[in-house]
């Protein structure tokens, strides 16, 4: 069974960085798509980055383009999300989800089949 877990969430001012990680297990993931979403309090769940886990194929929301970087380690097969510029309205849980995505569907949450926990994000002003 694949396992997402998250990690790296937590409290910064607005201005500040986070870092977030996500531990992959379970399966071979060349060939899929690892994505980070978000929701926050009574708004529905959003694209925030996307990856393609052989080629590195970068996708991005334009509400975090020039602030955040999704990266990934394929040895140790983890996806990371550096946040920086980070503002009151990046609040949010934060989900990392991975599947076979065709790359032009990854902001659609509907196409990634497992996701992890998440990890909350909390950017105070």
């Known amino acids: 069974q694949v396992q997402l877990v998250e990690s790296g969430g937590g409290l910064v001012q607005a201005g500040g960085s986070l870092r977030l990680s996500c531990a992959a297990s379970g399966h071979t993931f060349s060939g899929y798509t690892m994505g980070w979403f978000r929701q926050a309090p009574g708004k529905e769940r959003e694209f925030v980055a996307a990856?393609?886990?052989?080629?590195?194929?970068?996708y991005y929301a334009d509400s975090v383009k020039g602030r955040f970087t999704i990266s990934r380690d394929n040895a140790k097969t983890t996806v990371d999300l550096q946040m920086n510029s980070l503002k009151p309205e990046d609040t949010a849980v934060y989900y990392c989800a991975t599947g076979q995505v065709n790359s032009a569907l990854v902001a659609l949450g509907r196409q990634y089949n497992y996701w992890g926990q998440g990890t909350q994000v909390t950017v105070s002003s």
């Open positions: 990856i393609t886990w052989s080629g590195g194929r970068t």
